[in-house]
Every structure is written in C-alpha cells, then in structure tokens.
C-alpha cells in the first residue's frame, strides 16, 4: 500500500489535537486530559472514599493529620476510525477514487499505528461492508492493508444512514476519518451530527475526481447514474456545466460550513492528488503534525 | 390495388417505434457519479433537456421501411394490372323512365352503378353497353376515370324496349370480360351453361307501379282526295284501379278534340274520333300523372292520298287498259306499244309501268307484265296457290276459266300466285329491292278478263308494286325506320329526329334505313324538296306493363359477385423486401453505416 519512500514522509507524522479527546482508558503515548494510572505525577487533592489508599500522601498525613491523595496523569490513546466509502460512485476519475481513498487510509493507518494510537477501518456503501475495530499494533496495519487492497468499489450510496450505523455501534472518543465523494442525495451532515453525539469528531475528507470537477463532455449527452443507473438528458454546454458546477460547489460548500462551524477537519482532494499533496493537505486541515 | 385485409393497416403505426426508440438514444452516453447534481443543473439551466429529437439516420430508415413493409404485406394487397373488364349493361328502355318514388328506375340504376364504380380496383376498366332495341356500347373507361361516372349520369331512356339478352351476349363476344352487371327493370335468368363464362350479377331496380298508355293511333280518310277522317285511338289500363283521364287528340300540333274516360284495370279501350281535316300528323294523348309517360302521347302520320302514277304501255282499248282506268286510286297514262319501259322510265316519274306484251319488260322502276306464256295454250280453272300474296287478296280460287300457255318460264325466286291447271299464270318477284308481276295469261280470250276478279287482281298487283315506295305512318322506337324511294340518290334524302337533329340516313338499292329511332316523336323525312312526317312510338307492348316485369335470359358460368381478374397478391414481394432490409440492417450494424 505504502512505499518506502512515502513510509519515510510519514515518520515524521503523527496526529494532532484538535479538539480530539484521546481515549483515556487506554495506555497510550498521548497525555489524557483526565488523570489516570501512569507514572507522572500530576496533582494532589483531598481523600475521597474510594481512593485508592496506595495512593495516600502518608508524608502529608504524618506532618499536616490530613489525608491527601495522590494523583497521576493519564496516558491516553488517540482512537482513530477510517470509514472508507466504497460505493460506486469511488471508482471514477484517473486515478479512481478509490484507490486514491484506500491510499489516504493506509497512510492515515500508518500514522496512527506508528504514533500507537488505535486505528480501524470501516468500508461502507449503502450499508457497512467490512469493519475492524480501532485497535494498535503493526498486526492491525497488516489486516488495515490487506482489507484495503482488496476492497471493490461497488453498491449505492448511504452515507449519511451508514455513519448512523456506525455511531449505533462504537461511541467516542475518537476521530473518525471519512472518506468518501459525498455524493449522496440524502441528508450526509445527519450522519455528522449522529456521530458527534456519541463523542466521535468526524473528520471530512472529501475526494473528487477531475472530471467530476470539470466535466469535459459537450453536446447532446445521457448521462448514466453508475449507482442507480438513472440516466439525464441534456445538451452539455457552458450553461449547464456551469449550473452543475454551482451545485457541486454548494454541495463542498455545505460540509465546508459544517466543519468549519464545528471546528472539524475538513479535505478535499482529488483522486490524481500526489501523495505529498495529499500529507499537505492532511497537514493544513489540522490531521497531522509535523513535517512530512 | 386493393387490400384483402385492410384493418392490418393499424399496425403500421409499429413504423414509427424505431423512430422513437432512436429519439430516446441520445448520442453519447457518459456514466457519472451522481446524476442528481446534473439534474438540478438541468433545473438552474431552465430545463435545457436535450430535445426528443428524431435522428432519421440510414439505419432507422431501413428498419422504419422494413417494418413497413412486413405491416403491409399483412394487409394482402392485390393489383391487377390489368385492372379486369367489368361490363356495365343499362336497361334503358322506356319502363326505366318509371317514376319510383321521386326518381326514375334509371336514377335508380345509375346510383348502384356509382357505388359499384366506387367499390372497383382504380385500375378496373369498365365497358358501358346500352341495353336497347338494338345493343351497343357506350364507351369504355377506367374504374377511376370521371368520364365514366359522366357517361352513366349522361345516360338517358329510350321509348323503345331492351333487348337485354343480345346486350349481354353484345357483352360477352366485346372482349374478355371478368364480370357483367346489369342493371335494369328486367327479369334475366342466368341459364348455367358452358365454361370460362363471366360473373354476372343482377342489379334490379323498380317496383310494381300504375301505368296507363296510348296503345294505338291509326287515322284513315272517308274518301279519296278529301279531308275528313276518323282517328282511332286505343287505351289501357295496365295497372289494377281504375284510372280516370282526359284524352287529347291534336291534328299537326292543334288539339281537335278532348275527351274524359274511365279506364278500367287492364282492359283496352277503344274511341273513334271524327276529324273534319286528318292533316299530315294526329297525336292523341293521355292526360293525367301516371307512373310512366313516355307512353301517355302517340302519334301517326297520315299517308299522302296522292293517286298511283300508272303507265300502260301496249294496245288500246285493252280490258287491261280498262281495269286501270276504273281504279279511282290510279292516274294512268297510256303508251303504245312500240315504247320501252327505260324510256318512259326516263321521261316522267310514274310509280307503276304496265307492259302489255310490250318490246322490253326490264325496268328500274315496279312493272306489271303482261305476256301470253309459251306452248301450247291451256284453259283452264284459274286457282290460287298463294292465298296469303297480296295479289290475291278478294280473288276466289277456281270461279273463273283462263287461258295460259303450258311451258311458261318463270323468273328465279318467282312467287306463283296463281295457276291455270299446273301452269304458273301470276307470278310475284321481288329482285334487287325491285318488284315486278307477271300475268302469263291470253288477255284476248273472253274468259277470265270479262270477269270481275280481272280488275281486282289488276288493282291488288298496281297496290302491291306501288306500295314498295310507301311512307310507313309510323314505327315503334328502337326499329329501323326503313322506306323506298324510286330515283332519289341518297344524298337528297334528310331524316330529322323529334329534337331536330339530322339522323344518319343508310341505302342499300333504293331502300333508305334510319337506324336510329330511339326517341319517340315526330320524324321528318325530306326528300326533294317535299316532307314526310313519321311518327315513333314508344313499345307500350313490351314496356308499358311495370305491374310485371319483362323476362330475360342468359347463360353463364361463375359466382355472381363482382371479381376482379387474376389479382396478383402483392405480400410476398413485400416480406422478400423486408427479409432483405433486414439483411441490409444487420450489415449497417455490423460493419457500420
């Protein structure tokens, strides 16, 4: 999935903040907001039943006859949820986007194992197809690559219904990557909205191809649903190109707003985008830091 | 060209499926992402669907003409290129001028025949004949052509009768005919006989309807030279009520006499009436509304009283010349006999030249020829052997003794009229259209000449050669009007018909025939300078009667519907076309337009 060029661009990666919460249940290298069991030490505060006695101040007691629990900081885990669109509309564009996404998931899996924070994939069309859970280690990434190189773009569009799903069986929490057109007649920000219910922060990667951006057709045309085979008539010309164009730039623009309203990462790439635009793009949206 | 099932002709709107089926393909199809975007692209561009455009490519042509053809083999056309001969035979004698209801049988006739014309194939041909006294074709014309429904609104009845049986087997014999339609008043029984005859078929038309006529006209003089006559007229009722009407008779167009009578049904009846002037032409006519009427007016001319113009040519003083000379209707004039008959012939017009053991007996003009016979003489009872001649017309045979020679000749075709033992001693001959008498007879011996049947046989054979040259008073419609003139030549002979129209005149010898007499009315007939009026009457025998119809018959073969000949089906041609556009389709898809 990676070569080992790009493995050393993605070294120097990890992902950021944001407004992600790191999981604090799980032992991680990220510092969790919540106190926790490691070995650093954070603060110290009056005994509450239930306190651990191991972590009484004896010291404190002997001097002050106050009882004072020690606390520590949490080590934390980012969890990280890739939701790969495979739907048939991912299978245009030169290259298609599919594998264009299956490339964005691998090195945002890559990342994310590398940085041991837990990691899974999702694919989805109309439904969820394949699921594996946010888990670390480099046996995860194999099954992430291998689920990758195998996946097919076929199916309908539900994007929208297949976040809710997600949302129905995992809870923040955690940063879910989805990748997908957005090419989805249907309400595609409720599934958004479902997922920040839960805790998880979406984050949008939104890849297009070139002729869907600029479509080059001219003339008396029919143009064919891949999906739902549904077909439309018209004269290609610089009206009607236009007039798509506005609503495809509606379309970005609306989950451009819900992000930016939501303080959410938010892509757009291109299928023909090369790998180092894309860490760019990962980078400036707020996923990574570092230099790659 | 006609179609055998013409309701396959709906399916030819399956035609046009190839036409729609291209307009919904539009040119280029891409396959995109999502169509609900250019769907509202379509929407904010104010609906520029691409129009439902026909694209009449080559490809669509061929299926288009190919289906077309397929639909129109299922409608089973047939032509005939030759279209077929249908015979139109039209009844118009005087019955079909009936009123039945508010038209005539002949309109009645005439709008069957349209909706015949209307039914035939375009390329039928039709042939008109005329089922008249003497049948004849009207023209023929092809089923579409206008001329032809012209021709039958054009026709017109005749007083005369219908000879229906000849104008069929006129039909027949005109060509190879497919069908004979005959439309008329009569009843024509079709008599199956022989092979490859034509259908025929029966247009009936009229009803039983009430008819009265004018059946007879005859006038005659009270006494030679005068004036005054009598006219006889005879009526019938040939329907069942009686009829009551008012009977006018007119002398040269002036009405002398009117009269009102009761007609019984089916009963003739019969009026004298006097007339103070007979004139030259008496009409008489029925007046009332009737089914028919034609036959309500009759006419006749009235003969010339003019004395027979005798020239004697032999001795004086002869019982011959006195049996002439005691004949009132005789104007005789005497010769000696020294004189041949092309003389006198030559010199002045006479009707009748008696040659009394004259030189020369040839002449060009009726002769009455005295010779005594050859052999020895024989006396003998006078016998007639032709009673029916009108030669001996009053004679009595075996009263009177004459005398004869034994081995008289007698000219070829010779009528022996009567006989003195077994020899012929008046003969009646009638050559080239010339008559002539013979009298082999001893005119010196006081036997037979002194009796009173001389002069009756003299008068019968001057009356029987005169009457070759005279005028028939009147002739039923649809006869040839036939007389004789002595010397006239042919081109001063005029025949005008009752609508003033010159008739065609025909001569063979001295007879002059005028052929057509198809309306009845008033004939003139000039001849140097002077005028003869004949009167045409309808045929009220054959047609007057419309409570019962005339009968005909016919022999054919065949159904009695109308056919068209040897249709020539046109389907199969039409599906190798279309098996062969659809080869042609295959390769276009194939290898490409």
Same mark, same amino acid.
């Given at each position: 999935?990676?070569?080992?060029?790009?493995?050393?661009?993605?070294?120097?990666?990890?992902?950021?903040?944001?407004?992600?919460?790191?999981?604090? #249940?799980?032992?991680?290298?990220?510092?969790?907001?919540?106190?926790?069991?490691?070995?650093?030490?954070?603060?110290?505060?009056?005994?509450?039943?239930?306190?651990?006695?191991?972590?009484?101040?004896?010291?404190?007691?002997?001097?002050?006859?106050?009882?004072?629990?020690?606390?520590?900081?949490?080590?934390?885990?980012?969890?990280?949820?890739?939701?790969?669109?495979?739907?048939?509309?991912?299978?245009?564009?030169?290259?298609?986007? +599919?594998? #264009?996404?299956?490339? +964005?998931?691998?090195?945002?899996?890559?990342?994310?194992?590398?940085?041991?924070?837990?990691?899974?994939?999702?694919?989805?069309?109309?439904?969820?197809?394949?699921?594996?859970? !946010?888990?670390?280690?480099?046996?995860?990434?194999?099954?992430?690559?291998?689920?990758?190189?195998?996946?097919?773009?076929?199916?309908?569009?539900? =994007?929208?219904?297949?976040?809710?799903?997600?949302?129905?069986?995992?809870?923040?929490? $955690?940063?879910?990557?989805?990748?997908?057109?957005?090419?989805?007649?249907?309400?595609?920000?409720?599934?958004?909205?479902?997922? &920040?219910?839960?805790?998880? #922060?979406?984050?949008?990667?939104?890849?297009?191809?070139?002729?869907?951006?600029?479509?080059?057709?001219?003339?008396?045309?029919?143009?064919?649903?891949?999906?739902?085979?549904?077909?439309?008539?018209?004269?290609?010309?610089?009206?009607? =190109?236009?007039?798509?164009?506005?609503?495809?730039?509606?379309?970005?623009?609306?989950?451009?707003?819900?992000?930016?309203?939501?303080?959410?990462?938010?892509?757009? +790439?291109?299928?023909?985008?090369?790998?180092?635009?894309?860490?760019?793009?990962?980078?400036?949206?707020?996923?990574?830091?570092?230099?790659? | 060209?006609?179609?055998?099932?013409?309701?396959?002709?709906?399916?030819?709107?399956?035609?046009?499926?190839?036409? +729609?089926?291209?307009?919904?393909?539009?040119?280029?199809?891409?396959?995109?992402?999502?169509?609900?975007?250019?769907?509202?692209?379509?929407?904010?561009?104010?609906?520029?669907?691409?129009?439902?455009?026909?694209?009449?490519?080559?490809?669509?042509?061929? &299926?288009?003409?190919?289906?077309?053809?397929?639909?129109?083999?299922?409608?089973?056309?047939?032509?005939?290129?030759?279209?077929?001969?249908?015979?139109?035979?039209?009844?118009?004698?005087?019955?079909?001028?009936?009123?039945?209801?508010?038209?005539?049988?002949?309109?009645?006739?005439?709008?069957?025949?349209?909706?015949?014309?209307?039914?035939?194939?375009?390329?039928?041909?039709?042939?008109?004949?005329?089922?008249?006294?003497?049948?004849?074709?009207?023209?023929?014309?092809?089923?579409?052509?206008?001329?032809?429904?012209?021709?039958?609104?054009?026709?017109?009845?005749?007083?005369?009768?219908?000879?229906?049986?000849?104008?069929?087997?006129?039909?027949?014999?005109?060509?190879?005919?497919?069908?004979?339609?005959?439309?008329?008043?009569?009843?024509?029984?079709?008599?199956?006989?022989?092979?490859?005859?034509?259908?025929?078929?029966?247009?009936?038309?009229?009803?039983?309807?009430?008819?009265?006529?004018?059946?007879?006209?005859?006038?005659?003089?009270?006494?030679?030279?005068?004036?005054?006559?009598?006219?006889?007229?005879?009526?019938?009722?040939?329907?069942?009520?009686?009829?009551?009407?008012?009977?006018?008779?007119?002398?040269?167009?002036? =009405?002398?006499?009117?009269?009102?009578?009761?007609?019984?049904?089916?009963?003739?009846?019969?009026?004298?009436?006097?007339?103070?002037?007979?004139?030259?032409?008496?009409?008489?006519?029925?007046?009332?509304?009737?089914?028919?009427?034609?036959?309500?007016?009759?006419?006749?001319?009235?003969?010339?009283?003019?004395?027979?113009?005798?020239?004697?040519?032999?001795?004086?003083?002869?019982?011959?010349?006195?049996?002439?000379?005691?004949?009132?209707?005789?104007?005789?004039?005497?010769?000696?006999?020294?004189?041949?008959?092309?003389?006198?012939?030559?010199?002045?017009?006479?009707?009748?030249?008696?040659?009394?053991?004259?030189?020369?007996?040839?002449?060009?003009?009726?002769?009455?020829? =005295?010779?005594?016979?050859?052999?020895?003489?024989?006396?003998?009872?006078?016998?007639?052997?032709?009673?029916?001649?009108?030669?001996?017309?009053?004679?009595?045979?075996?009263?009177?003794?004459?005398?004869? $020679?034994?081995?008289?000749?007698?000219?070829?075709?010779?009528?022996?009229?009567?006989?003195?033992?077994?020899? !012929?001693?008046?003969?009646?001959?009638?050559?080239?259209?010339?008559?002539?008498?013979?009298?082999?007879?001893?005119?010196?011996?006081?036997?037979?000449?002194?009796?009173?049947?001389?002069?009756?046989?003299?008068?019968?054979?001057?009356?029987?050669?005169?009457?070759?040259?005279?005028?028939?008073?009147?002739?039923?419609?649809?006869?040839?009007?036939?007389?004789?003139?002595?010397?006239?030549?042919?081109?001063?002979?005029?025949?005008?018909?009752?609508?003033?129209?010159?008739?065609?005149?025909?001569?063979?010898?001295?007879?002059?025939?005028?052929?057509?007499?198809?309306?009845?009315?008033?004939?003139?007939?000039?001849?140097?300078?002077?005028?003869?009026?004949?009167?045409?009457?309808?045929?009220?025998?054959?047609?007057?009667?419309?409570?019962?119809?005339?009968?005909?018959?016919?022999?054919?073969? $065949?159904?009695?519907?109308?056919?068209?000949?040897?249709?020539?089906?046109?389907?199969?041609?039409?599906?190798?076309?279309?098996?062969?556009?659809?080869?042609?389709?295959?390769?276009?898809?194939?290898?490409?337009?």
């Amino acid at each position: 999935m990676l070569s080992a060029d790009e493995v050393r661009q993605l070294d120097r990666l990890t992902f950021g903040n944001g407004n992600v919460s790191p999981e604090s #249940t799980l032992s991680g290298a990220r510092i969790a907001r919540v106190r926790g069991f490691s070995n650093e030490f954070q603060d110290l505060r009056p005994y509450q039943a239930g306190d651990d006695p191991r972590s009484i101040e004896w010291t404190v007691y002997g001097r002050l006859g106050q009882l004072v629990t020690r606390t520590y900081r949490s080590n934390a885990q980012l969890k990280v949820h890739v939701l790969l669109d495979i739907s048939a509309s991912m299978s245009g564009g030169v290259p298609d986007k +599919l594998s #264009t996404g299956a490339k +964005l998931a691998a090195l945002l899996g890559y990342v994310a194992i590398r940085a041991r924070e837990a990691v899974g994939l999702v694919t989805f069309n109309a439904a969820i197809t394949q699921r594996f859970a !946010p888990a670390t280690g480099r046996r995860q990434l194999f099954r992430i690559f291998a689920a990758l190189s195998k996946v097919v773009a076929e199916g309908r569009s539900a =994007i929208g219904a297949s976040l809710m799903n997600y949302s129905a069986v995992e809870k923040g929490p $955690g940063l879910v990557v989805v990748i997908s057109d957005f090419f989805d007649a249907n309400d595609v920000l409720q599934g958004f909205h479902t997922l &920040q219910h839960r805790g998880l #922060t979406p984050a949008v990667v939104q890849l297009l191809s070139a002729d869907e951006l600029d479509p080059s057709f001219v003339g008396d045309v029919e143009l064919v649903d891949i999906e739902t085979s549904d077909t439309v008539r018209l004269i290609a010309d610089a009206e009607s =190109i236009s007039a798509y164009r506005a609503g495809l730039d509606e379309n970005r623009a609306s989950l451009r707003e819900f992000c930016d309203a939501n303080a959410l990462p938010f892509l757009q +790439l291109t299928s023909s985008e090369s790998f180092a635009d894309m860490l760019r793009a990962c980078a400036s949206a707020g996923l990574f830091v570092g230099q790659p | 060209m006609s179609l055998r099932n013409p309701a396959a002709l709906w399916l030819l709107l399956l035609v046009l499926v190839p036409l +729609l089926l291209s307009r919904s393909k539009p040119r280029v199809r891409h396959v995109v992402s999502n169509v609900y975007l250019w769907r509202e692209a379509v929407r904010r561009a104010g609906g520029r669907v691409a129009p439902r455009r026909v694209r009449l490519t080559w490809l669509v042509l061929v &299926q288009m003409t190919c289906l077309g053809a397929m639909v129109f083999s299922l409608a089973g056309p047939v032509v005939s290129l030759e279209g077929g001969l249908t015979v139109f035979v039209f009844d118009v004698s005087a019955s079909m001028a009936a009123r039945d209801g508010g038209a005539t049988r002949l309109d009645a006739a005439r709008a069957r025949a349209r909706s015949i014309v209307r039914a035939l194939p375009r390329f039928a041909r039709v042939r008109l004949i005329l089922a008249t006294a003497s049948p004849r074709q009207a023209g023929q014309w092809a089923a579409s052509d206008p001329l032809l429904l012209a021709a039958i609104d054009a026709l017109a009845p005749t007083a005369g009768t219908a000879d229906v049986t000849g104008a069929m087997e006129l039909a027949v014999g005109s060509g190879d005919v497919d069908n004979i339609i005959v439309f008329g008043d009569t009843d024509v029984a079709i008599v199956e006989s022989g092979r490859d005859s034509p259908a025929v078929q029966i247009v009936r038309v009229g009803s039983v309807a009430e008819n009265a006529a004018v059946t007879r006209v005859a006038v005659r003089e009270r006494e030679l030279g005068g004036r005054a006559g009598q006219a006889l007229v005879t009526l019938r009722n040939y329907g069942s009520t009686l009829r009551a009407a008012d009977v006018e008779v007119s002398v040269d167009g002036r =009405i002398v006499h009117r009269q009102h009578v009761q007609l019984l049904p089916a009963v003739s009846q019969t009026l004298n009436v006097e007339l103070p002037d007979v004139g030259h032409f008496v009409t008489a006519r029925l007046v009332g509304n009737d089914a028919l009427s034609l036959d309500d007016l009759r006419s006749v001319g009235v003969p010339l009283a003019n004395a027979i113009r005798v020239a004697l040519l032999g001795p004086r003083g002869s019982f011959l010349e006195r049996a002439l000379e005691v004949n009132p209707s005789v104007s005789l004039r005497t010769y000696g006999p020294d004189g041949t008959l092309q003389e006198i012939a030559s010199t002045e017009d006479f009707d009748v030249v008696v040659c009394d053991r004259c030189r020369d007996s040839d002449a060009e003009i009726p002769s009455l020829v =005295i010779t005594r016979g050859g052999g020895e003489p024989i006396h003998d009872v006078l016998r007639v052997v032709s009673t029916d001649h009108p030669l001996a017309d009053a004679l009595e045979s075996g009263k009177q003794i004459a005398t004869a $020679g034994s081995s008289t000749a007698t000219a070829d075709r010779a009528d022996v009229v009567l006989r003195v033992g077994s020899a !012929p001693a008046v003969t009646a001959s009638e050559r080239d259209g010339q008559r002539r008498v013979d009298i082999h007879l001893d005119l010196t011996e006081p036997d037979f000449v002194v009796s009173a049947a001389f002069p009756l046989l003299v008068a019968n054979a001057v009356g029987w050669l005169a009457a070759q040259y005279t005028m028939p008073s009147e002739v039923i419609a649809g006869e040839p009007l036939a007389f004789r003139l002595a010397t006239t030549a042919a081109n001063m002979v005029r025949v005008l018909g009752p609508d003033g129209s010159s008739r065609d005149v025909r001569r063979t010898g001295g007879l002059f025939i005028v052929a057509d007499t198809e309306a009845a009315g008033q004939y003139r007939i000039h001849v140097d300078g002077s005028e003869r009026l004949v009167a045409v009457n309808p045929n009220v025998e054959a047609e007057s009667n419309l409570s019962a119809a005339q009968g005909a018959s016919f022999n054919r073969t $065949g159904n009695a519907t109308v056919s068209v000949r040897a249709p020539i089906s046109v389907a199969r041609w039409l599906v190798l076309l279309s098996v062969g556009l659809l080869a042609m389709e295959w390769r276009i898809r194939l290898h490409g337009a």
